[in-house]
């Protein structure tokens, strides 16, 4: 349905007057003063008594409007030049994921901290290039128990996220491998 929005959005108007004047004769019983009065008020010059409230939309006529509201956008171009314009969404693809929009932000944004798995999968990667930059066989010792430590922290809460699991790391094992790649 390719119409003029100007015609889709007159048309709207004149078929919200002729329910509104269907729902007035439906209504039986009223005199002729009342149907004088509400011409009178469509015409702007009466103002409606506090006590009738004006008829609801339907949903027909919402539709209708967000359809001419959505054609008048399209014709001023404000759908043109979209980031993801003729590409496939991202994140959807062969398999569900319920939460594909909370991992793409996460990602995108690189927020860590809040995902105790994903946090901890990304240290564990990482581990060798932070313990690199140590100079402290101490710090570095530090460093693998404070991993470790947070592994099995993670593993213990029952928040009913996605499970942990990153391997802990041995400590004699970080530390010789760490005075290897020093020499």
């Known amino acids: 349905m ?8 007159a048309q709207y108007r004149v078929d919200r007057e002729i329910d ?11 005199h002729r003063a009342d149907r004088a009065e509400h011409a009178d008020q469509r015409a702007g010059r009466a103002d409606p008594p506090a006590d009738e409230a004006p008829p609801r939309p339907r949903m027909d ?3 209708r409007w967000v359809d001419t509201v959505v054609d008048q956008a399209i014709r001023r171009g404000e ?4 980031p993801l314009q003729g590409k496939p969404l991202p994140g959807i693809g062969g398999t569900h994921d319920p ?3 909370l ?3 996460v990602e995108r944004e690189q927020i860590s901290g809040v ?20 100079h402290d066989e101490h710090r570095v010792r530090e460093i693998v128990a404070d991993f470790n430590a947070r592994v ?3 593993r213990r809460q029952l928040t009913g996220g996605p499970p942990v699991v990153t391997p802990t790391r041995d400590v004699e094992r970080e530390v010789s491998r760490w005075r290897q790649r020093r020499r």
Do not use: C, K, V, Y
């Open 2 to 9: 390719a119409q003029d929005p100007a015609r889709r959005a």
């Open 20 to 30: 509104r004047e269907r729902a007035q004769r439906s209504a039986g019983g009223r």
């Open 61 to 63: 006529d919402r539709a």
């Open 79 to 82: 759908f043109d030049d979209l």
């Open 99 to 101: 939460d594909w929009w």
């Open 103 to 105: 991992r793409n932000l």
């Open 115 to 134: 995902l105790p798995a994903a946090q901890l999968r990304a240290e564990h990667s990482a581990m060798d290039e932070t313990l690199d930059r140590e």
């Open 152 to 154: 099995i922290d993670a």
